[in-house]
């Protein structure tokens, strides 16, 4: 890899594996829904000027009914149960329930029939990473609540189901285009809402969290990933998932002062693992034209 590959890949492990900490911190003091709307609408106001300037907005408005639905699936939904599970589950134990979600990828590629094979390496990796999410949920359930633990799991099947929707509606179109166009659905659908749960009071550090996560964690992360992938494969790309969950991990330990479980130690390197060995593809069937392609779809996850 090169030495601007590992660059990128450096800065997009940061910039998701900071998200939930963050997440954490604002949702003290701000209601989800308004977060959302925090994190979609400063995003799509720094993407859509990107699609106006490349001429893509009719692409945008011709294929803006799935894009819709991919920003309600991947942000809208998912991004307000996370805010609402961290109101009572650590960061540290959301970062690693989300690291399941190739897990439950493979499963929907199973109950799809697609023509991809999965290999007995693929399965072994599914079992052992499910071994991995049932030991975290099961002995750390002292440090949160199940109902919290099922809400995050609903988020993973959110994740999994928007690539599915890029993979099947909207492969022809550009990654910015969809991006600019979920988070302003998305923040456009919760601006009823916020207004209606909208704060008193905004401290300097819950501004500057949302800012963050908006700014660089959404509209910036989309970007650097973008460029990662034409310059490293969208193969080993992947693998910045596992990284970033171990940066979120050692934050919220760090930062946040919480507790190292025996859940975490115990549960996180299965769910690594098994998510490394479940969504492993053969070098082979990596195209060039989806290493070289600018019109790669890419998924937002944090």
């Known amino acids: 890899m090169t030495r601007r590959g590992w660059l990128l890949f450096s800065a997009m492990s940061v910039i998701w594996g900071i998200p939930y900490l963050l997440i954490r911190v604002a949702v003290r003091h701000l209601d989800p829904g308004v977060l959302v709307l925090g994190r979609t609408g400063p995003a799509a106001l720094l993407l859509l000027p990107l699609v106006f300037w490349r001429g893509?907005?009719?692409?945008?408005?011709?294929?803006?009914?799935?894009?819709?639905?991919?920003?309600?699936?991947?942000?809208?939904?998912?991004?307000?149960?996370?805010?609402?599970?961290?109101?009572?589950?650590?960061?540290?134990?959301?970062?690693?329930?989300?690291?399941?979600?190739?897990l439950f990828s493979v499963v929907a590629q199973k109950?799809?029939?697609t023509d991809e094979h999965i290999s007995a390496r693929r399965y072994a990796g599914l079992l052992v990473g499910a071994i991995g999410v049932a030991l975290l949920v099961g002995l750390d359930l002292k440090g949160g609540s199940i109902t919290w633990i099922g809400i995050m799991m609903v988020v993973g099947v959110g994740y999994s189901i928007g690539p599915i929707i890029l993979a099947t509606k909207l492969t022809h179109v550009p990654g910015p285009v969809v991006v600019a166009g979920a988070t302003s659905f998305v923040a456009i659908c919760w601006i009823p809402w916020s207004v209606l749960h909208w704060p008193t009071h905004l401290s300097s550090e819950t501004l500057s969290c949302v800012a963050v996560l908006s700014i660089v964690c959404t509209a910036g992360a989309f970007l650097t990933f973008f460029e990662l992938v034409k310059e490293i494969g969208s193969t080993r790309s992947v693998v910045v998932t596992y990284v970033n969950t171990a940066i979120a991990v050692v934050l919220g330990i760090v930062g946040l002062g919480e507790p190292l479980t025996v859940g975490i130690a115990i549960g996180f390197p299965l769910v690594i693992v098994g998510s490394i060995f479940a969504t492993s593809i053969p070098r082979e069937t990596?195209?060039?034209?989806?290493?070289l392609s600018g019109d790669s779809n890419l998924t937002v996850n944090e």
Do not use: Y
């Open 56 to 102: 893509q907005v009719n692409v945008l408005i011709k294929n803006l009914p799935w894009i819709a639905v991919f920003g309600v699936v991947e942000f809208g939904v998912p991004w307000f149960l996370m805010a609402t599970a961290e109101k009572h589950i650590t960061s540290s134990l959301t970062s690693l329930l989300i690291c399941a979600v190739p």
């Open 111 to 113: 109950i799809r029939r």
């Open 286 to 291: 990596v195209s060039s034209e989806d290493v």
